[in-house]
């Protein structure tokens, strides 16, 4: 039984790990929510199906898929990002197993034990309902091994072809056949197990006649309560319907009652929208009454700030005469500075008698 399946990188799932619960287990989301790609990753695991790369995640990474069974052995399918190294790895085994095309390594089937029957796929018709009646057999005959019995017959029918050709071939040449009659009574003697075939024969067919009734039966169950489940639903409609009937009148009536409010509602609304204008208007009206009566202050206020203005410019500029003149006795007194500077300099390195006119400096 299965206890636990995690999944890495395959289809839409990036990393998810699912418990189950002993019993039956039901997955349930919306459409391309990732139902179906849990199947697939179960198959992949189990049977090496299906093949390439098409289901790695598009985002990429390794794939791999982990199943723990109740018995706690896990076994791990894991596929390279470029889908060449596909390896399985089991916890009761030491070393990994390759997986050769679709071949699945015997110690992985072994621990599962997983027929094509027990896992059924979201296109798959039900099983056994839709099958042909010779496919239930056929599947009954292999549950019950009688396809075994079948090709033990077959074997014995051709022992008993060879030694009755044996007998033959003996008698002529006029030997006894002592033993090949002892060889026919042991054949008869292993024959006697399969007396009971006949009656477990028509046994079989028996269940499979139930079997394919069974199948109808169900069938036509099922659709007889789904046409139950109809007719009560639609009694349960027509009994709401009912009941709307009856208070039909009142509802007329509360309707035009509604219709009249909302009309008043909205006559009212554009009353209040009217009144608000009205005011915003009377506010409008004062404030430029107050602007009016404030006109000859407001002339006033103006010709005091071009006053000011003005005389801030010529403030500024004899801040700016004053700052100039100030620079200027600057660099008079630092001109004054370099000319006794090179004064004393001329002084000094000047001879007293000129070398140009002869006279004493």
Known sequence: ????????????????????????????????????AIIRALRWLIWNRPLGSEFQSNWGGETVVDLTTTEGVTISRSQDKNGNEKTYTLSTFDKPLKAFGTDVPKEVSDVLSINDINLHQQQDSFFLL?????????????????????????NVKKWIGEITSEIGHEETKDRPATGL?????????????????ETFESKVKVLEDLESKLNLEHKNKQELQNIVDNI???????????????????????????????????????????????????????????????????????????????????????NKLVVNINNGKKLVKMAEQEYNRLHKEFEKEFPDICPLCNKPK
């Open 232 to 318: 009560i639903e639609l009694r349960s409609e027509i009994k709401q319907e009912k009941e709307i009937l009856k208070i039909e009148p009142t509802l007329i009536q509360v309707f035009n009652l509604i219709e009249k409010r909302n009309a008043e509602t909205k006559d009212l609304n554009a009353l209040i929208k009217l009144v608000c204008i009205i005011e915003e208007s009377k506010t409008e009206i004062e404030e430029l009454k107050s602007i009016i009566s404030a006109d000859t202050i407001i002339d006033n206020l103006i010709q005091l700030y071009q006053k000011k203005d003005k005389e801030e410019k010529e403030h500024y500029q004899l």
């Open 130 to 154: 839709k099958d042909t009646s010779g496919d239930v057999a056929a599947h009954f005959n292999k549950i019950a091994n009688l396809e075994k019995i079948g090709i033990a017959q077959s």
């Open 1 to 36: 039984m299965l206890k636990s399946l995690s999944i890495k990188n395959f289809q839409s799932w990036k990393d998810a790990q699912f418990d189950f619960h002993p019993g039956v287990n039901v997955i349930i989301g919306f459409s391309d929510a990732g139902k179906s």
């Open 181 to 197: 009659i002892k060889s026919i009574k042991e054949k008869k003697q292993e024959l006697l197990k399969y007396d009971h075939l």
